[in-house]
């Protein structure tokens, strides 16, 4: 069985892992649009998480099988389309993976120095997309969200340059990072303690920052009935709000920085003529139907940046389905499901299949699951049969096409180059963030076009 996996992060790379755990005989082919694997595990988790970004390892294992190639620097849609896929294999499993940053919709937003999450994490981790901007040049910052991801932006922007500099960054990153300024940031939380997604983990870790101190008012700590009945329900829950308490009773200690959590606040404008001159704060509550609503108050936060940590919004993948209430691609355990059906042989996995939700590691349950489904509809004579199923007619295509491919050779290619460079410097990888620079390190390996 021939299966085609769009997408090299981790939901597509455990779908080829389960693939290959079958006892059926299966070849797997990998695109992805960039010269590199491992997508959020390289470009979206925090550089100072490195235990987290060891999984890309693991990744690499699966890639590594005999039975599994890999195509970098194909984009889906452009390179190759769902026509060319249903010519040469007998399934496709989409995993293709993050989807558009949601906006505040707020007046202001697109000033000089308001931000999403996204363009921060991706410049940072050297995505070849991201563009190098004024991120770090604000003294008073606002960060707008109640998740890890605006705890990585809020933690990050506390790391000295020294700290970066001891990562997988960009050589540039780590230069630009000497002019880092923010001292005040404010994590504005538009519902209550109780109902932040914040991880615990995630929360003690803001408290290692050093020379920062946390500062929070006692009575956003005040919790409604709705709140205490959460909190007797989720343990979760119950852990975050004993970390904010402990933090609300700790006297300041005189740090340079500070950090204040604001629970009940709902960013209402960005104000400012060119660039962000402040954030007017809404103060909200939740009435009976469980509904955020406006309580009356507020007021004006002096700061010179915004980041918005708020969700996500779907983006169009040619040849799918989208469901625009929806944040994922309509499925039925996987199964793409068109108005008219199931659409056959098409398959899709991680955030495509579920949403943006859950850690790296859902992914490799969530593709297992994804796996079993097209094995089930295999078993069952549900997949079209490919008209040229050849291995070799792949390649041949895309060399027709003159589509520089990066096959997993010159990948490694590139990752003992980015090793080198980082052991140069004393760090643990320095990321060449640019394709162009990408190819031509990645085609100095042996066999390349």
């Given at each position: 069985m021939r299966v085609a996996v769009i997408g090299a992060g981790p939901g597509?790379?455990?779908?080829?892992?389960?693939?290959?755990?079958?006892d059926l005989a299966v070849s797997v082919d990998v695109f992805?649009?960039?010269?590199?694997?491992?997508?959020l595990v390289r470009y979206g988790v925090a550089p100072d998480h490195p235990k987290i970004k060891s999984v890309a390892e693991t990744l690499a294992a699966i890639l590594?099988?005999?039975?599994?190639?890999?195509?970098?620097?194909?984009?889906?849609?452009?390179?190759?389309?769902?026509?060319?896929?249903?010519?040469?294999?007998?399934?496709?499993?989409?995993?293709?993976?993050?989807?558009?940053?949601?906006?505040?919709?707020?007046?202001?937003?697109?000033?000089?120095?308001?931000?999403?999450?996204?363009?921060?994490?991706?410049?940072?981790?050297g995505?070849?997309?991201?563009?190098?901007?004024?991120?770090?040049?604000?003294?008073q910052v606002a960060v707008i969200g109640a998740g890890n991801v605006a705890l990585d932006v809020v933690r990050m922007l506390l790391r000295t340059a020294d700290e970066v500099g001891a990562t997988d960054v960009p050589d540039d990153v780590v230069t630009t990072w000497k002019r880092a300024s923010a001292e005040e940031i404010h994590l504005l939380s538009r519902r209550g303690p109780?109902?932040?997604?914040f991880t615990t983990v995630e929360l003690r870790e803001l408290a290692k920052v050093e020379d920062v101190d946390i500062v929070i008012d006692p009575a956003d700590l005040e919790l409604d009935p709705a709140g205490e009945q959460l909190l007797e329900q989720d343990k979760a829950a119950r852990r975050n709000v004993e970390v904010f308490r402990a933090w609300a009773d700790e006297p300041?200690?005189?740090?340079?920085?500070?950090?204040?959590?604001?629970?009940?606040?709902?960013?209402?404008?960005?104000?400012?003529?060119?660039?962000?001159?402040?954030?007017?704060?809404?103060?909200?509550?939740?009435?009976?139907?469980?509904?955020?609503?406006?309580?009356?108050s507020r007021e004006q936060l002096e700061v010179?940046?915004?980041?918005?940590?708020?969700?996500?919004?779907?983006?169009?993948?040619?040849?799918?389905?989208?469901d625009p209430d929806a944040t994922a691609v309509p499925n039925d355990d996987g199964r793409v499901l068109a108005s008219d059906g199931v659409v056959p042989g098409c398959y899709v996995a991680?955030?495509?299949?579920?949403?943006?939700?859950?850690?790296?590691?859902?992914?490799?349950?969530?593709?297992?699951?994804?796996?079993a489904t097209l094995l089930a509809d295999a078993e069952a004579g549900g997949l079209p049969a490919p008209a040229a199923p050849d291995p070799d007619t792949v390649p041949a295509l895309l060399d027709e096409r003159g589509i520089a491919y990066v096959s997993w050779e010159q990948w490694l290619e590139l990752d003992a180059h980015e090793l080198s460079e980082g052991s140069n410097q004393g760090r643990v990888r320095s990321k060449v963030a640019t394709v162009e620079a990408m190819m031509d390190i990645a085609h100095r390996a042996r066999g390349s076009p």
């Open positions: 597509g790379i455990y779908a080829a892992g389960a693939l290959l755990g079958t992805d649009r960039l010269p590199t694997p491992s997508g590594e099988a005999p039975e599994v190639r890999f195509f970098g620097n194909v984009a889906y849609g452009t390179d190759i389309n769902q026509e060319d896929l249903a010519r040469h294999y007998d399934a496709v499993i989409h995993a293709s993976g993050i989807p558009d940053p949601r906006p505040l919709g707020i007046p202001g937003e697109e000033l000089l120095g308001s931000y999403t999450a996204d363009e921060f994490i991706t410049w940072y981790n995505h070849p997309n991201a563009e190098l901007s004024t991120f770090l040049d604000a003294r109780a109902q932040a997604e300041s200690t005189g740090q340079s920085r500070r950090v204040h959590l604001h629970f009940w606040s709902r960013p209402r404008a960005i104000t400012g003529t060119e660039q962000v001159e402040g954030l007017e704060v809404e103060r909200t509550a939740l009435n009976d139907d469980d509904q955020l609503v406006a309580e009356g010179q940046a915004v980041f918005s940590a708020v969700g996500y919004v779907p983006r169009l993948v040619p040849g799918l389905p989208v991680g955030w495509l299949k579920r949403g943006p939700t859950g850690v790296i590691g859902t992914n490799k349950s969530d593709a297992t699951a994804t796996v």
